[in-house]
């Protein structure tokens, strides 16, 4: 059973930056998909930014590209979102999430961005002001 655990959220002032942190462990698969998703008050969740862990490879939302960075640490089982040049509209709960994949099939960035992901971590609020 995977278990993710976010941290980092804040209030910023717009143009302002934050590093979410998403600490997983219970890793029993030898690859994974990993993704940030957000979910604004009143407005449906959405993908931000996904990689696939094995190959690195990253995908993310044109809302987000240029701004924000995944990035992972295997050593420390942790999943990181790098965000800069927030916007207001940036604001909503950020959930990580983890998707074990079989061995089989070539898997990319853009393929877990569109993946269903299995577990998901409790979320991390943050705000951005103007």
């Known amino acids: 059973q995977v278990q993710l655990v976010e941290s980092g959220g804040g209030s910023v002032q717009a143009g302002g930056s934050l590093r979410l942190s998403c600490a997983a462990s219970?890793?029993?698969?030898?690859?994974?998909?990993m993704g940030w998703f957000r979910q604004a008050p009143g407005k449906e969740r959405e993908g931000v930014a996904a990689?696939?862990?094995?190959?690195?490879?990253?995908y993310y939302a044109d809302s987000v590209k240029g701004r924000f960075t995944i990035s992972q640490d295997n050593a420390k089982n942790t999943l990181y979102l790098q965000m800069n040049s927030l916007k207001p509209e940036d604001t909503a709960m950020y959930y990580c999430?983890?998707?074990?994949?079989?061995?089989?099939?070539?898997?990319?960035?853009?393929?877990?961005?569109?993946?269903?992901?299995?577990?998901w971590g409790q979320g991390t609020q943050v705000t951005v002001s103007s």
């Open positions: 219970g890793y029993t698969y030898s690859r994974y998909c």
């Open positions: 999430a983890a998707d074990p994949l079989p061995n089989w099939g070539i898997y990319s960035g853009f393929k877990c961005y569109a993946r269903v992901y299995d577990y």
């Open positions: 990689i696939y862990t094995n190959g690195g490879t990253t």
